[in-house]
């Protein structure tokens, strides 16, 4: 087996469709290639990232890894920078989906910001070369910045709105900026990913339950600190 046939069959399966495929009009299937493709060059690309660092990898290296040839790279992304707007994609869908939660009123709001830090950390958090290699990149592309700043943004909205309706519900302190509140919850998940990614012991699963108490306990109506 090839090195690039080894790196395919490590990488999930996105599923991006639902229902039988057989039922699918062509065009669904065309567009849930296209997909898998996409993603199949992100993990590619982030595996190498986690090896060479971002800087030493090449829109080559990538298409050779995910096997597939140099013109398909570029149907999917203008530049190498804009493979790490994925990974924005990713977490901004679960900001999306932490501010659905929210609005549906289904779930606490403890439990919602919970889950949503654990989850911002699920990509980064696959290993500490993988973490460094990311902070790095986006310290060091100015392309990758942008694109990055730009999802942040959505995403720092949103968040904003699950804090107010945890005001809403009281469970969050009223007299709290809610803007503030969602900064020092991406600087809490992004700070925390740092400092573990240069030990990379305990899990960082451990480091971020840590700073979720930390953070709640700071931003909690009193009387709601201690939650299950």
Known sequence: MSKSQKMRATLPVLNLVSGNQADAPASGRRQRRAAETRLRLFRCALQLIAERGFPSVTVEDITEAADVGKGTFFNY???KDHVLGVMAEIQLGKVRKAASLASQGKQA???VLHR???????EPGRSPDLARALI???LASAGVR????GR???GHKMI???VAAGQKRDEIDPRLNQEKVATQLLQAVMGTILLWSTHGEPALKVWIEDSFQHFWRAIALPGQEKKP
């Open 77 to 79: 992304f203008a530049t």
């Open 109 to 111: 709001i403890h439990a």
């Open 116 to 122: 949503l830090m654990l989850r911002l950390a699920e």
């Open 136 to 138: 790095s990149s986006f």
């Open 146 to 149: 942008k694109i990055i700043v």
């Open 152 to 154: 942040m943004l959505e």
């Open 160 to 162: 904003a709105e699950v």
